[in-house]
C-alpha cells in the first residue's frame, strides 16, 4: 500500500511536468529512469540516449556480528548423534544464484535500455535518490522524519504550487510566528458574518494546524489537503487544473491581509499600516512622468515585483527596464518626448518578492508559450539604486551610463568596419586581407600541383563572415582562421590529417612545398617585392595598432559600466536571497519545486513535495537560470536582514532547539492537535506492523534465494557474495530460531549455577539436539511439516553431514539476539568462542553454505505455496498462480537433490493445474462479452498468466494431467473461430492471440515476480500451514473430460 501511494505521487508529478496523462506510458518511463524523477522526465521531454547503470548494489545481509570462524566443539557432542549418510550429499549440485524477473520487464518497458544495465544486483539498489519515500520495500523509517530535519508535503493532485509557495513562506521565521500566534477575541469572531470573512478565518486556522505540524511532526511529510480544500473552492476551474504560483501568492497574501486587518484596532477601515502582512510583505514606490509634456506623480503599493525576462540577462537588467521607460526630458516644453516616465521605490518590504514573468501569450498559435531564456540572479542583491533617496545620484550614474553606453556604440561600429571591411556581400577583417596579400606577393608560381594538394586551394580561400565579438576576444585584434572556416572546409579539417590540418594555417613562414599549392604572381621584380611588402606591412601593423587600441577602449568601457553601481553608498540596502521557485514543464502544464536557504545549516535545501533533500548553489543555478532544459525560476523571495532566521545568530543554537522553543511557544490547542497527529502516526505504525505480521516470511536476499525470471540463467556475482551469504543465511535460520534456543538456555539454569557457563552450554546443546532428533523421526502428516519448524530438522531428515548439523546448531547458541540476561550473554560468549575455533579443516565452508541455501530455498517455496493456496480459497486465481508457479519452479531444483528436499510437487501442479483453469474461463468470458474494457482485461489475463504459464508447463516432463488441461484451455479459445455473434474485429484479436497460445517455442517466457512478503516466526508459518492443508486435505486431483 505504501509503495503504491509513493508511486502515484511520482506519476501525479509526472503528469504535472510532461502533460502526459497516460499512466503506463509515465510508468513505463519511470522504470526505464530506475525510479529517477528527473531522469524519467529528461527521457520524455528531451529523449537523450540512456545510460546503463554500472554499479550493482550487494544483496541485503543480515546484521550479525561475525566472529572469526572458528574450531573447537564440545568433546561429548557427537555421542548423542544418529549415525548419517554422507554419500549422496557430495554429488549435490550447487545451488545457482537466480536472477530477479524484475529486471526483463524492466527491460520490455524500455527496450532502448542495454539488457545489461538490469542485474539482479540492481533491483535491490536504492533507486530514487531526490526521494526516499520511495521505494520497493517501504519500512517505517521511510515516512518517519529524521531528527530536525524539514518536512516535506504530500502532492495530493496538482498541488505542488501550494507546496513550493508554503513552505518558502514557512521558513521564514517571522512569517511562522505570525501564522502560530493568530487569534481573534471572541467578540470578533462572533461579529464575522460575511462570507469572505469567515473563510479568511477558517483558512487561517487550518494553516496554524497545517505549520504545527510542519514544526513538531514525527512525519516525514504532511498532508495539507484541509488547507488545499478551502483553496480549490476559489482556484476551481475545469480549463485550469493547475495553479499558478504568482496566482496562488497573490490570493494568499490577500487572505492572509483580510485575516491579520481583523487583529488591528484602526479607526478607519481602509488603514493596513498596521497589518503584519502589510508590514512583511508591501512595499510603496514613486511613478513619476512625462506624457505629452505634462508631468505627473503616483505612489503606489506593490506586493509580487513583476518582471519581464525577454530581452535582459540578469536581474538588475530587469529592474532596470521595469525601472525606466522611454526618456524623461528635463524642458517640460519640449515635444520631441511622448512619454517617459521612472520608478523609485520609496518603502522596501522585509521580505521583497520578484515575479518573473516567463509566459507570454503567441498570438500566432492563439495559445499561451514559456520563454526558457537564460537569466542570472545574485544570491545578494543591492537595492540602493533604486530607491527614491538616491534619486539624484542614480539620475547621474544613468546619463553617466548613456554616454558610455552610446561610445561603447560608437567604437563598436568603427571595430565593425576594420572587422568587416568590403563592398560587397562578402566582408573580411583588414588586418587579414593585407596578410593575404602579403603572402600572394611572396608566393612563388606553381610548377606541378598534385591533384590531392590542388583540392585544399578552394578550401583555402573560402572564408566566412566573422564574428565581432569573437574579433573581441583576440588579444592581437586577428581572428583565427579556423574561425573563419565554411562548413565544408570545417568537415574536410575534421577528417583531414594532423598534417594537412597545419598545412591551411595562413601564417608565414610557409615551406616551399605549400608554395607551390597556391595562387601565385606571374612576374614580380624584386624592386616591386620590396616596395608592395612594406607598404603593405606598415599599414597592416598600423590597422592592427587602432585595432588593439580599440578593443582595449571597448574593453576600459565595459569594465566602467560594470563597476557603476560598486560604489559603498550603493551597497547600504543588501537582500538576501532566501527562496528560488522553479517550474518545470510548458505553459500549460509542469511541476513547481523550490529552493530555500537554510540559514542555521548555511546550505540551500530542495523541497520537491514530500521530498526535502540537502542541495548547493550550483545545482539551484542548473536548475532556475534557465536556457539549458525547461526548468527556470518564476520567483525569487529576498529578504533583508530585519527577517533573517531567529536562532541563526543567537547562542549558536541549533535548529532542532529552536523548533522546541517554538513547539513549546504554541497555544495548547496546537500543541494538543500535534501530540494527536504523533500518536495516529504510532497507531498507523503499529497497524502496518500488524498487516506485514500477516503475511507469510521472505529470507533475507542471498545469491540463491532471490528469485528470478523463470528462464534466465545464474548471475554473474555469486563468487563476490559467497563467503558473505554462508553468513547471512546461517545466522538468519538462527534468528528464526531464537525463541527454541533461548528454552533450551532457560532449562539449563541448575547446570549454570552449579558447573559454570561452559557446562551450561554443553547441557543445552545435548537436549536441543536431542529433541530436534526425535522430531524429525517423527511421521509426517498433512497437516504438518515438520522441517518448517528448524532448519536442523531439515538437515537431519536430508542426512546432512555431522559437523554441517553441529556447526549449525553451536551457531544459533552463538546468536547475539540471545542477549536477554546474564546466562544468555555467557553461553552466547562461550559458544562464539568455540566457534571461532572451527577451521575449514574441520568444516566444508562451502558445503556448509550449500546446505543453508537448500533450506533457505525450501522455506521460500513452501511459503509460496502456503501464499498461493490461501489466494485460491479466496478466489484470487491472478494472484495464487503467479505464487504457485514460482513454487513449482523452485521445487523442481530441490526435488533434483532428493525426494525429501521439497514439497509435494503433485499437490503444486494440482492447484496451479485448477488455478489456470479459472483464470481461462474467466478471461474467455470475458473475451467474449464484446465490451472493450473487459475484452482487453481478459486478453491481458491470457498474455500475462495463462500463455506463459502453459508455456511452462510444456518446457518441462509435463503430466498427463497439464497436458489434458492445457488442450482443454486452446480448445476453449478455438472454439470461438467463426462464431457468428462476434464481430470481424474481435475475431482478428483472436486470430492475433491463437498462435501464442497454441505454439509458443519460440516466446521468452516471463512471469511477474510475486509481491515480497516479510518474515515471521515458524509458529506462526507452522500454524498457517496446518490451518490451509486441514482445509484441503482429501482433494483429489482434477478430472479433465
Given at each position: 500500500?505504501?509503495?503504491?501511494?509513493?508511486?502515484?505521487?511520482?506519476?501525479?508529478?509526472?503528469?504535472e511536468i510532461t502533460g502526459i496523462q497516460d499512466s503506463a506510458f509515465l510508468l513505463a518511463a519511470l522504470k526505464a529512469a530506475d525510479g529517477d524523477l528527473m531522469e524519467a522526465v529528461t527521457f520524455?521531454?528531451?529523449?537523450?540516449?540512456?545510460?546503463?547503470?554500472?554499479?550493482?548494489?550487494?544483496?541485503?545481509?543480515?546484521?550479525?556480528?561475525?566472529?572469526?570462524?572458528?574450531?573447537?566443539?564440545?568433546?561429548?557432542?557427537?555421542?548423542?548423534?544418529?549415525?548419517?549418510?554422507?554419500?549422496?550429499?557430495?554429488?549435490?549440485?550447487?545451488?545457482?544464484?537466480?536472477?530477479?524477473?524484475?529486471?526483463?520487464?524492466?527491460?520490455?518497458?524500455?527496450?532502448?535500455?542495454?539488457?545489461?544495465?538490469?542485474?539482479?544486483?540492481?533491483?535491490?539498489?536504492?533507486?530514487?535518490?531526490?526521494?526516499?519515500?520511495?521505494?520497493?520495500?517501504?519500512?517505517?523509517?521511510?515516512?518517519?522524519?529524521?531528527?530536525?530535519?524539514?518536512?516535506?508535503?504530500?502532492?495530493?493532485?496538482?498541488?505542488?504550487?501550494?507546496?513550493?509557495?508554503?513552505?518558502?513562506?514557512?521558513?521564514?521565521?517571522?512569517?511562522?510566528?505570525?501564522?502560530?500566534?493568530?487569534?481573534?477575541?471572541?467578540?470578533?469572531?462572533?461579529?464575522?458574518?460575511?462570507?469572505?470573512?469567515?473563510?479568511?478565518?477558517?483558512?487561517?486556522?487550518?494553516?496554524?494546524?497545517?505549520?504545527?505540524?510542519?514544526?513538531?511532526?514525527?512525519?516525514?511529510?504532511?498532508?495539507?489537503?484541509?488547507?488545499?480544500?478551502?483553496?480549490?473552492?476559489?482556484?476551481?476551474?475545469?480549463?485550469?487544473?493547475?495553479?499558478?504560483?504568482?496566482?496562488?501568492?497573490?490570493?494568499?497574501?490577500?487572505?492572509?491581509?483580510?485575516?491579520?486587518?481583523?487583529?488591528?484596532?484602526?479607526?478607519?477601515?481602509?488603514?493596513?499600516?498596521?497589518?503584519?502582512?502589510?508590514?512583511?510583505?508591501?512595499?510603496?514606490?514613486?511613478?513619476?512622468?512625462?506624457?505629452?509634456?505634462?508631468?505627473?506623480?503616483?505612489?503606489?503599493?506593490?506586493?509580487?515585483?513583476?518582471?519581464?525576462?525577454?530581452?535582459?540577462?540578469?536581474?538588475?537588467?530587469?529592474?532596470?527596464?521595469?525601472?525606466?521607460?522611454?526618456?524623461?526630458?528635463?524642458?517640460?516644453?519640449?515635444?520631441?518626448?511622448?512619454?517617459?516616465?521612472?520608478?523609485?521605490?520609496?518603502?522596501?518590504?522585509?521580505?521583497?518578492?520578484?515575479?518573473?514573468?516567463?509566459?507570454?501569450?503567441?498570438?500566432?498559435?492563439?495559445?499561451?508559450?514559456?520563454?526558457?531564456?537564460?537569466?542570472?540572479?545574485?544570491?545578494?542583491?543591492?537595492?540602493?539604486?533604486?530607491?527614491?533617496?538616491?534619486?539624484?545620484?542614480?539620475?547621474?550614474?544613468?546619463?553617466?551610463?548613456?554616454?558610455?553606453?552610446?561610445?561603447?556604440?560608437?567604437?563598436?561600429?568603427?571595430?565593425?568596419?576594420?572587422?568587416?571591411?568590403?563592398?560587397?556581400?562578402?566582408?573580411?577583417?583588414?588586418?587579414?586581407?593585407?596578410?593575404?596579400?602579403?603572402?600572394?606577393?611572396?608566393?612563388?608560381?606553381?610548377?606541378?600541383?598534385?591533384?590531392?594538394?590542388?583540392?585544399?586551394?578552394?578550401?583555402?580561400?573560402?572564408?566566412?563572415?566573422?564574428?565581432?565579438?569573437?574579433?573581441?576576444?583576440?588579444?592581437?585584434?586577428?581572428?583565427?582562421?579556423?574561425?573563419?572556416?565554411?562548413?565544408?572546409?570545417?568537415?574536410?579539417?575534421?577528417?583531414?590529417?594532423?598534417?594537412?590540418?597545419?598545412?591551411?594555417?595562413?601564417?608565414?613562414?610557409?615551406?616551399?612545398?605549400?608554395?607551390?599549392?597556391?595562387?601565385?604572381?606571374?612576374?614580380?621584380?624584386?624592386?616591386?617585392?620590396?616596395?608592395?611588402?612594406?607598404?603593405?606591412?606598415?599599414?597592416?601593423?598600423?590597422?592592427?595598432?587602432?585595432?588593439?587600441?580599440?578593443?582595449?577602449?571597448?574593453?576600459?568601457?565595459?569594465?566602467?559600466?560594470?563597476?557603476?553601481?560598486?560604489?559603498?553608498?550603493?551597497?547600504?540596502?543588501?537582500?538576501?536571497?532566501?527562496?528560488?521557485?522553479?517550474?518545470?514543464?510548458?505553459?500549460?502544464?509542469?511541476?513547481?519545486?523550490?529552493?530555500?536557504?537554510?540559514?542555521?545549516?548555511?546550505?540551500?535545501?530542495?523541497?520537491?513535495?514530500?521530498?526535502?533533500?540537502?542541495?548547493?548553489?550550483?545545482?539551484?543555478?542548473?536548475?532556475?537560470?534557465?536556457?539549458?532544459?525547461?526548468?527556470?525560476?518564476?520567483?525569487?523571495?529576498?529578504?533583508?536582514?530585519?527577517?533573517?532566521?531567529?536562532?541563526?545568530?543567537?547562542?549558536?543554537?541549533?535548529?532542532?532547539?529552536?523548533?522546541?522553543?517554538?513547539?513549546?511557544?504554541?497555544?495548547?490547542?496546537?500543541?494538543?492537535?500535534?501530540?494527536?497527529?504523533?500518536?495516529?502516526?504510532?497507531?498507523?505504525?503499529?497497524?502496518?506492523?500488524?498487516?506485514?505480521?500477516?503475511?507469510?516470511?521472505?529470507?533475507?536476499?542471498?545469491?540463491?534465494?532471490?528469485?528470478?525470471?523463470?528462464?534466465?540463467?545464474?548471475?554473474?556475482?555469486?563468487?563476490?557474495?559467497?563467503?558473505?551469504?554462508v553468513h547471512s543465511l546461517s545466522s538468519e535460520h538462527a534468528r528464526i530460531a531464537k525463541e527454541q534456543t533461548a528454552k533450551a538456555i532457560a532449562n539449563t539454569a541448575d547446570a549454570y549455577e552449579?558447573?559454570?557457563?561452559?557446562?551450561?552450554?554443553?547441557?543445552?546443546?545435548?537436549?536441543?539436539?536431542?529433541?530436534?532428533?526425535?522430531?524429525?523421526?517423527?511421521?509426517?502428516?498433512?497437516?504438518?511439516?515438520?522441517?518448517?519448524?528448524?532448519?536442523?530438522?531439515?538437515?537431519?531428515?536430508?542426512?546432512?553431514?555431522?559437523?554441517?548439523?553441529?556447526?549449525?546448531?553451536?551457531?544459533?547458541?552463538?546468536?547475539?539476539?540471545?542477549?536477554?540476561?546474564?546466562?544468555?550473554?555467557?553461553?552466547?560468549?562461550?559458544?562464539?568462542?568455540?566457534?571461532?575455533?572451527?577451521?575449514?579443516?574441520?568444516?566444508?565452508?562451502?558445503?556448509?553454505?550449500?546446505?543453508?541455501?537448500?533450506?533457505?530455498?525450501?522455506?521460500?517455496?513452501?511459503?509460496?505455496?502456503?501464499?498461493?493456496?490461501?489466494?485460491?480459497?479466496?478466489?484470487?486465481?491472478?494472484?495464487?498462480?503467479?505464487?504457485?508457479?514460482?513454487?513449482?519452479?523452485?521445487?523442481?531444483?530441490?526435488?533434483?537433490?532428493?525426494?525429501?528436499?521439497?514439497?509435494?510437487?503433485?499437490?503444486?501442479?494440482?492447484?496451479?493445474?485448477?488455478?489456470?483453469?479459472?483464470?481461462?474461463?474467466?478471461?474467455?468470458?470475458?473475451?467474449?462479452?464484446?465490451?472493450?474494457?473487459?475484452?482487453?482485461?481478459?486478453?491481458?489475463?491470457?498474455?500475462?498468466?495463462?500463455?506463459?504459464?502453459?508455456?511452462?508447463?510444456?518446457?518441462?516432463?509435463?503430466?498427463?494431467?497439464?497436458?489434458?488441461?492445457?488442450?482443454?484451455?486452446?480448445?476453449?479459445?478455438?472454439?470461438?473461430?467463426?462464431?457468428?455473434?462476434?464481430?470481424?474485429?474481435?475475431?482478428?484479436?483472436?486470430?492475433?492471440?491463437?498462435?501464442?497460445?497454441?505454439?509458443?517455442?519460440t516466446e521468452v517466457i516471463m512471469l511477474k515476480e510475486p509481491p515480497k512478503i516479510r518474515p515471521n516466526s515458524p509458529y506462526d508459518l507452522c500454524s498457517r500451514f496446518a490451518a490451509v492443508m486441514?482445509?484441503?486435505?482429501?482433494?483429489?486431483?482434477?478430472?479433465?473430460?
Open positions: 500500500m505504501r509503495f503504491r501511494e509513493d508511486c502515484q505521487v511520482l506519476l501525479n508529478q509526472m503528469k520524455l521531454t528531451e529523449d537523450p540516449a540512456p545510460e546503463p547503470v554500472q554499479s550493482p548494489a550487494a544483496a541485503e545481509l543480515s546484521a550479525w556480528e561475525g566472529s572469526t570462524v572458528g574450531k573447537q566443539l564440545p568433546q561429548d557432542v557427537g555421542t548423542a548423534a544418529a549415525p548419517h549418510n554422507q554419500d549422496n550429499l557430495r554429488t549435490a549440485n550447487t545451488v545457482r544464484p537466480l536472477e530477479s524477473p524484475k529486471a526483463p520487464a524492466a527491460e520490455s518497458d524500455a527496450a532502448e535500455r542495454p539488457q545489461d544495465a538490469h542485474s539482479a544486483e540492481n533491483k535491490n539498489r536504492s533507486k530514487r535518490k531526490r526521494c526516499e519515500a520511495w521505494g520497493e520495500n517501504s519500512k517505517q523509517n521511510d515516512w518517519r522524519r529524521a531528527g530536525d530535519w524539514p518536512v516535506g508535503m504530500k502532492n495530493i493532485g496538482n498541488t505542488c504550487w501550494f507546496s513550493a509557495v508554503i513552505q518558502s513562506l514557512f521558513q521564514l521565521p517571522e512569517f511562522r510566528r505570525l501564522v502560530l500566534g493568530y487569534s481573534l477575541p471572541q467578540n470578533v469572531l462572533e461579529s464575522c458574518r460575511s462570507h469572505t470573512g469567515k473563510r479568511n478565518i477558517a483558512f487561517m486556522q487550518e494553516l496554524q494546524c497545517l505549520f504545527a505540524l510542519m514544526l513538531g511532526t514525527w512525519r516525514k511529510f504532511v498532508d495539507p489537503s484541509a488547507a488545499l480544500e478551502l483553496l480549490r473552492d476559489v482556484f476551481r476551474s475545469s480549463e485550469q487544473p493547475q495553479q499558478d504560483v504568482s496566482e496562488f501568492t497573490h490570493k494568499l497574501l490577500d487572505w492572509l491581509e483580510d485575516a491579520f486587518q481583523l487583529t488591528v484596532n484602526v479607526t478607519s477601515l481602509g488603514d493596513k499600516s498596521e497589518n503584519p502582512m502589510v508590514q512583511l510583505f508591501y512595499g510603496t514606490f514613486l511613478t513619476e512622468g512625462v506624457h505629452k509634456g505634462n508631468t505627473f506623480s503616483k505612489i503606489e503599493t506593490f506586493g509580487q515585483y513583476p518582471l519581464q525576462v525577454n530581452g535582459y540577462r540578469n536581474l538588475n537588467e530587469c529592474l532596470e527596464g521595469a525601472m525606466v521607460e522611454g526618456e524623461m526630458d528635463e524642458t517640460p516644453a519640449s515635444q520631441s518626448v511622448k512619454y517617459g516616465q521612472e520608478r523609485w521605490f520609496t518603502k522596501l518590504p522585509p521580505v521583497l518578492t520578484f515575479e518573473l514573468s516567463r509566459f507570454e501569450f503567441n498570438q500566432s498559435l492563439g495559445q499561451p508559450e514559456k520563454i526558457h531564456t537564460k537569466l542570472e540572479f545574485p544570491q545578494t542583491i543591492y537595492m540602493d539604486r533604486y530607491l527614491y533617496c538616491n534619486k539624484d545620484l542614480i539620475q547621474m550614474k544613468r546619463e553617466e551610463m548613456k554616454r558610455l553606453k552610446e561610445k561603447m556604440v560608437t567604437l563598436q561600429q568603427k571595430l565593425e568596419r576594420y572587422m568587416e571591411y568590403g563592398s560587397g556581400p562578402a566582408r573580411f577583417p583588414l588586418p587579414d586581407m593585407l596578410q593575404y596579400v602579403l603572402e600572394f606577393i611572396a608566393t612563388k608560381p606553381a610548377v606541378a600541383v598534385s591533384s590531392a594538394q590542388s583540392s585544399q586551394a578552394p578550401l583555402l580561400r573560402s572564408q566566412a563572415k566573422p564574428n565581432v565579438l569573437d574579433v573581441l576576444s583576440q588579444p592581437n585584434g586577428i581572428q583565427e582562421r579556423t574561425d573563419t572556416r565554411t562548413e565544408d572546409e570545417a568537415f574536410f579539417v575534421a577528417n583531414s590529417s594532423p598534417q594537412q590540418s597545419s598545412s591551411m594555417e595562413l601564417q608565414p613562414p610557409v615551406s616551399p612545398a605549400e608554395l607551390s599549392e597556391r595562387p601565385a604572381p606571374h612576374v614580380v621584380s624584386k624592386e616591386e617585392l620590396n616596395l608592395v611588402q612594406t607598404c603593405l606591412q606598415r599599414w597592416r601593423n598600423e590597422i592592427e595598432q587602432d585595432v588593439q587600441d580599440l578593443k582595449e577602449s571597448i574593453a576600459r568601457i565595459n569594465l566602467s559600466i560594470e563597476q557603476m553601481y560598486c560604489d559603498p553608498l550603493l551597497q547600504q540596502v543588501p537582500y538576501r536571497l532566501h527562496a528560488v521557485l522553479v517550474h518545470e514543464g510548458q505553459a500549460n502544464a509542469g511541476h513547481y519545486w523550490a529552493f530555500i536557504y537554510d540559514q542555521p545549516r548555511k546550505r540551500w535545501l530542495k523541497y520537491n513535495d514530500i521530498s526535502v533533500t540537502e542541495s548547493s548553489w550550483e545545482e539551484l543555478e542548473r536548475e532556475s537560470f534557465g536556457g539549458l532544459r525547461n526548468a527556470s525560476a518564476y520567483c525569487l523571495m529576498y529578504i533583508s536582514d530585519q527577517v533573517s532566521p531567529v536562532g541563526a545568530d543567537e547562542d549558536e543554537s541549533p535548529e532542532a532547539r529552536q523548533f522546541q522553543k517554538e513547539v513549546e511557544a504554541l497555544s495548547p490547542e496546537l500543541r494538543h492537535y500535534i501530540q494527536e497527529d504523533n500518536w495516529r502516526l504510532e497507531q498507523e505504525a503499529e497497524e502496518w506492523d500488524e498487516e506485514q505480521s500477516c503475511k507469510i516470511p521472505q529470507m533475507e536476499p542471498s545469491p540463491t534465494s532471490e528469485l528470478q525470471d523463470l528462464s534466465s540463467e545464474s548471475g554473474p556475482e555469486q563468487s563476490s557474495v559467497c563467503e558473505q551469504s552449579k558447573n559454570g557457563v561452559e557446562a551450561a552450554l554443553c547441557e543445552a546443546f545435548h537436549e536441543e539436539y536431542s529433541r530436534l532428533y526425535l522430531l524429525s523421526k517423527e511421521t509426517p502428516t498433512p497437516q504438518n511439516d515438520a522441517r518448517l519448524q528448524h532448519v536442523l530438522i531439515y538437515f537431519l531428515q536430508n542426512n546432512a553431514p555431522q559437523q554441517v548439523v553441529e556447526r549449525t546448531l553451536l551457531e544459533q547458541f552463538a546468536d547475539k539476539n540471545l542477549s536477554y540476561d546474564e546466562r544468555s550473554i555467557s553461553i552466547m560468549k562461550v559458544a562464539r568462542a568455540k566457534l571461532s575455533e572451527i577451521g575449514p579443516d574441520d568444516v566444508d565452508m562451502e558445503e556448509y553454505k550449500r546446505w543453508h541455501e537448500d533450506y533457505s530455498l525450501f522455506r521460500k517455496v513452501s511459503i509460496y505455496l502456503l501464499t498461493g493456496l490461501e489466494l485460491y480459497q479466496n478466489r484470487k486465481y491472478q494472484e495464487s498462480l503467479t505464487y504457485l508457479v514460482y513454487a513449482y519452479q523452485s521445487n523442481t531444483k530441490l526435488l533434483l537433490k532428493g525426494a525429501n528436499r521439497g514439497v509435494s510437487e503433485s499437490l503444486i501442479a494440482l492447484y496451479r493445474r485448477k488455478c489456470l483453469l479459472k483464470l481461462n474461463e474467466v478471461a474467455a468470458s470475458l473475451f467474449v462479452s464484446c465490451e472493450e474494457a473487459h475484452v482487453s482485461e481478459g486478453v491481458s489475463i491470457l498474455n500475462e498468466l495463462i500463455i506463459p504459464c502453459m508455456h511452462l508447463m510444456s518446457n518441462l516432463a509435463v503430466s498427463q494431467e497439464d497436458l489434458d488441461a492445457i488442450e482443454v484451455m486452446r480448445n476453449r479459445w478455438c472454439s470461438y473461430l467463426g462464431r457468428e455473434d462476434m464481430d470481424a474485429k474481435l475475431q482478428m484479436k483472436l486470430g492475433e492471440l491463437l498462435p501464442r497460445l497454441l505454439d509458443g517455442s486441514e482445509s484441503i486435505h482429501g482433494a483429489s486431483a482434477v478430472t479433465v473430460n
